[in-house]
């Protein structure tokens, strides 16, 4: 199916004994050949993605489409969506991956160690949601700026690599007073600004520490370039800006980073407010799940209604769907294994549906009871968009 990136919502037809799912807009104008062609091509730092299951937004803003969502839980690294704030640096750091150092402080022996040293204290491996804080962006009325992103900037990736915990124990421990961990990237930064303005670092309450990683593989293979190879920051149920990519430095501060990105940046404020430290930041994600697939009715058969559901910084207890607009709601089914607290569980509801229009929804609840609300409250950058009206689908059936 081709999707259109801007589509307030997705409208979807579904004919009965028919082969097809034709995306349309929502005043009804059909997503046209010639448009697809136009589509923006892959760069080549992410040529080996999947460009039939990918939107180009910029270079660096490459958004999973809708219908890409499978049904096994995992999501391909040639499907996982792309958010770098700054250029990928030169694929030459991953020409020998053991060599890249990390310099480790805030512990009470810091030192400076290379990829390989870090292999040698240990592994561990953990399923999360990886998700761009803008995830939803495109849901807001105010039009609210950066990438347009629908529901696409999020993934559930298996990550492997050495736990924090590990390695602050094997240097000693946190030192005193350390209430973050920070992270610095590794990205080439412009000539002629202040770093502070543009390095991508972030920091994040030490608590993080229990469940993070510093991972080198990502779904049983080296961490891509494009998703922060050789070594990246793993934070299992925050936002994908903490995760932070070519992990250069890692610190227990007492102290958030300085850097523009943490300080104003990604801070949730009313619409027309500046970013300031005083705002909350974006940290853990909240409960949240989307419709994928409306499949194509059977002559005989019930419609089969697909989606995914995650609970943030907790586990997805139950999943809600409704076919009449939120009037009434039927309890989903998960498909496959629970993957884990902070990974995401796809599933499954089969419904009647006579021919006609249907808004579809969905509604998770994490195991703390928290539910998807339905509305979202806007905010100046559009930041986690988890309410499910927005996130609802017309389904046309004939």
């Not at 349309?24 to 993605?49: C, H």
């Not at 937004?57 to 690294?77: C, L, Q, V, W, Y």
């Given at each position: 199916m081709t999707s259109a990136p801007?589509?307030?919502?997705?409208?979807?037809?579904?004919?009965?004994?028919?082969?097809?799912?034709?995306?349309?807009?929502?005043?009804?104008?059909?997503?046209?050949?010639?448009?697809?062609?136009?589509?923006?091509?892959?760069?080549?730092?992410?040529?080996?993605?999947?460009?039939q299951a990918v939107i180009?937004?910029?270079?660096?803003?490459?958004?999973?489409?809708?219908?890409?969502?499978?049904?096994?839980?995992?999501?391909?690294?040639?499907?996982l969506y792309v958010r770098n704030n700054l250029p990928a640096p030169s694929e030459k750091i991953v020409k020998d991956r053991d060599a890249w150092q990390l310099s480790i402080e805030g512990v009470r022996q810091p030192?400076?160690?290379?990829?390989?040293?870090?292999?040698k204290l240990g592994i561990e491996s953990i399923i999360a949601v990886l998700q761009c804080s803008g995830n939803g962006r495109a849901f807001f009325d105010h039009k609210a700026s950066g990438t347009q992103w629908s529901v696409g900037a999020a993934g559930n990736v298996f990550w492997s690599g050495v736990p924090l915990r590990t390695v602050a124990e094997a240097l000693g421990g946190v030192a005193d007073g350390r209430m973050f961990i920070t992270g610095t990237g590794g990205e080439t930064l412009p000539d002629g600004i202040d770093p502070k303005k543009v390095i991508v670092e972030r920091s994040v309450p030490v608590e993080a520490m229990e469940h993070g990683l510093l991972a080198w593989e990502m779904n049983g293979r080296p961490v891509p370039l494009a998703h922060g190879g050789p070594l990246r920051l793993v934070l299992p149920g925050y936002y994908g800006v903490n995760n932070v990519k070519y992990l250069k430095r890692l610190a227990f501060t007492k102290t958030e980073s300085e850097a523009s990105i943490q300080q104003t940046g990604y801070r949730v404020r009313p619409v027309g407010v500046k970013g300031a430290p005083s705002q909350p930041s974006m940290w853990e994600m909240d409960v949240k799940s989307w419709v994928t697939h409306p499949l194509k009715e059977t002559d005989k058969g019930p419609v089969q209604i697909y989606g995914v559901a995650f609970g943030g910084n907790q586990s997805v207890a139950h999943v809600d769907v409704s076919t009449d607009g939120g009037k009434t709601w039927k309890r989903a089914q998960f498909l496959g294994p629970d993957l884990g607290r902070f990974a995401w569980r796809p599933f499954v509801l089969a419904a009647d549906l006579k021919p006609g229009t249907y808004t579809v929804a969905s509604r998770a609840t994490d195991a703390k009871g928290s539910t998807q609300p339905e509305q979202f409250e806007p905010n100046e950058r559009g930041y986690g968009h988890n309410g499910w009206r927005a996130h609802a689908v017309d389904v046309t059936v004939t």
């Open positions: 801007h589509l307030h919502r997705r409208h979807f037809i579904i004919a009965a004994g028919t082969a097809g799912v034709l995306a349309t807009s929502r005043d009804g104008g059909l997503v046209s050949a010639v448009q697809a062609k136009e589509a923006k091509a892959l760069p080549p730092y992410v040529a080996w993605k999947d460009p180009v937004h910029s270079t660096n803003t490459i958004e999973t489409k809708r219908d890409a969502f499978g049904t096994t839980g995992m999501t391909p690294d040639e499907e030192r400076t160690m290379t990829l390989g040293e870090l292999k």
